[in-house]
């Protein structure tokens, strides 16, 4: 009988869950591949409805704690969170754009400091190989998301259904494999 090398049952602890949550993964995946289109605007849409709940919450305190210092800066903080929100609600794309531009800096920022980090990693040349590259692609999507707000969160939304599809297929796979080895 074949044995399992021991660092697979340290990876791989649960025998059937992993195959569970590939087929899941591959679910999801597929479904936002399917409607990538529409998947930022829905994000935005539900970004802006939370919003406007927690600024009605912040205005609902502001006026619980009236006659402190603290309630005119809740009710102004809170307006202001309506109005946004609002316009948020009203304008899906300017919200996507804005979500876009925002994840945008995000990544460019992180793709600099792995370039940055990359110096310290000269000695292992296979992680300073990937923190390079993996720096100069963030620093890429970044512009490509800061230039083009609205088709990057629709290809980013694409580019996750497929990391799903993969790591689900891998985790169905494993999960028999690991199956196999079960006495």
């Known amino acids: 009988m074949m044995e399992q090398p021991s660092c697979m049952h340290m990876i791989w602890v649960s025998r059937g869950i992993s195959q569970k949550a590939g087929v899941v993964a591959i679910l999801i995946g597929l479904l936002m591949l399917v409607f990538s289109p529409f998947i930022p605007g829905i994000i935005g849409v539900f970004l ?10 912040i205005v609902g305190i502001g006026y619980s704690v009236r006659g402190s210092g603290f309630s005119v800066p809740f009710i102004l903080l809170g307006l202001i969170g309506v109005c946004v929100s609002l316009f948020a609600l009203f304008n899906p794309d300017m919200t996507v754009s804005l979500m876009g531009i925002l994840l945008g800096v995000v990544i460019l920022m992180m793709g600099i ?6 110096s310290g990693f000269v000695q292992d040349r296979l992680s300073w190989f990937f923190l390079i590259i993996g720096g100069v692609l963030s620093i890429v999507i970044g512009f490509y998301l800061i230039l083009y707000p609205q088709d990057g969160m629709k290809l980013l939304i694409v580019f996750i259904g497929c990391y799903l599809i993969a790591y689900g297929v891998i985790g169905v796979i494993r999960g028999r494999s690991s199956q196999r080895y079960i006495y």
């Open 113 to 118: 400091m792995q370039l940055g980090f990359s």
């Open 48 to 57: 802006a409805a939370i919003i406007f709940l927690i600024s009605l919450i």
